[in-house]
């Protein structure tokens, strides 16, 4: 009796382990079955993919976006890959054209590091055009440069009033763009030729090429620049300031020193805002002199002030030449001057008229050719 329940208890036993065995051996199979059919949905997409990259030459002209899937990276499962949906199923992800937004450039610094400081400036050696070009390679037509590495605050407009000058200009040029680049200034040069041999008139024409530089870019600071005057420190920095700027404050030709407390002459700079505060400059002064010292005028006569940098960094080497032609000393500036206040809101950039004949741009440089027209007669003294 007791063998006989012994046996029937082995049976059972057994029994019931091959029925673990067969349920298992169900389950291992329907998984299998399962993966199975997941992976060969998975390569079918795969194949279609490469399909239709291959009829539409990467899907160029398309729209569509073809996905390549890697299943045999070790250490991952297929259900990894499920999981992560946006890497295995395009259509469930919706399509963007955007591109990442470039990171935003830090602003220029105030004291940029690359300044030498004193200058070695000398004349004696020819000057070609080809030579400054290839010594300025990041320049671009018109004589436009943008920092590559910051963001400038200001964006300059460097304007010279000029007539028969070439020669001057290769120098101004060659120094130039150099050190306005070391300065890390958004800059564009403006060279502003009066056509025709009537009397030179150089603020008139700073007037026209305030006017004609906003044409081309939104500019926010004009430096107003001789052809002659080379600065001798690249720490002075060519942009607007808080006041309007006297750059050339300590020149060769007067010992570098200044010549007197009001003298605004060679090179200065203003802001947008400050040049219309005080209506731009004249156009009255034909000839030499007296037009810097009425534009001094103005300023202080507006509530402004002229600011200036060290004299030791203010130093300007002027190219020497004899007076040009038709640019005579005006008889009738000293007495201009003393009438600022009663001219300076209806003689200036308000009442600027000019017949613009050509813009030309060059790799180093934007030329400006105009007709300013002629004087008015002088009053016959009695």
């Not at 890497?87 to 399509?95: A, G, H, R």
């Not at 006297?246 to 020149?251: D, K, L, N, R, T």
């Not at 000393?329 to 201009?336: E, H, Y």
Request: glycine share 8%.
């Amino acid at each position: 009796m007791t063998r006989l329940m012994l046996g029937r208890t082995l049976e059972r036993i057994c029994k019931g382990v091959l029925l673990l065995c067969l349920l298992h051996f169900l389950i291992m199979m329907i998984l299998y079955f399962d993966v199975y059919s997941q992976r060969f949905d998975l390569f079918s997409r795969f194949n279609n993919g490469r399909n239709g990259s291959r009829n539409n030459v990467s899907g160029a002209g398309s729209g569509h976006h073809y996905y390549y899937y890697n299943l045999s990276r070790p250490n991952t499962t297929l259900a990894s890959y499920l999981a992560t949906g946006e890497q295995l199923v395009p259509s469930m992800q919706p399509e963007s054209n955007q591109t990442p937004s470039p990171k935003p450039l830090p602003p220029c610094p105030e004291s940029p590091p690359g300044l030498v400081g004193r200058l070695l400036i000398e004349f004696s050696s020819q000057m070609t055009m080809e030579r400054v070009q290839k010594e300025n390679p990041n320049v671009t037509e018109g004589g436009r440069y943008m920092p590559p590495d910051c963001r400038p605050r200001w964006k300059v407009a460097v304007i010279i009033p000029f007539r028969h000058r070439e020669n001057h200009l290769k120098y101004w040029l060659h120094y130039l763009h150099p050190i306005l680049r070391r300065q890390k200034i958004d800059y564009g040069i403006y060279i502003i030729n009066q056509l025709g041999e009537d009397t030179f008139n150089r603020a008139k024409l700073l007037n026209v090429g305030y006017t004609e530089a906003l044409k081309d870019a939104e500019y926010d600071c004009f430096i107003f620049s001789d052809v002659d005057l080379i600065p001798m420190d690249d720490r002075n920095l060519y942009h607007c300031y808080d006041q309007p700027r006297h750059f050339a404050i300590a020149m060769d030709k007067f010992g570098f020193r200044l010549p007197y407390a009001g003298y605004f002459g060679g090179v200065s700079g203003l802001s947008k805002k400050q040049f219309l505060k005080i209506n731009g400059f004249p156009n009255e002064y034909w000839g030499w002199g007296g037009e810097d010292d009425d534009i001094y005028n103005r300023i202080t006569l507006n509530g402004m002030k002229v600011s200036r940098p060290d004299v030791r960094i203010g130093r300007y080497r002027m190219i020497k030449h004899e007076r040009d032609k038709h640019n005579e000393p005006n008889p009738q500036r000293f007495n201009k001057i003393q009438n600022t206040k009663n001219t300076m809101k209806k003689d200036g950039i308000s009442s600027l008229t000019y017949r613009l004949v050509q813009v030309k741009r060059y790799p180093l440089y934007t030329n400006i050719s105009v007709e300013i027209g002629k004087p008015p007669p002088r009053p016959i003294k009695g």
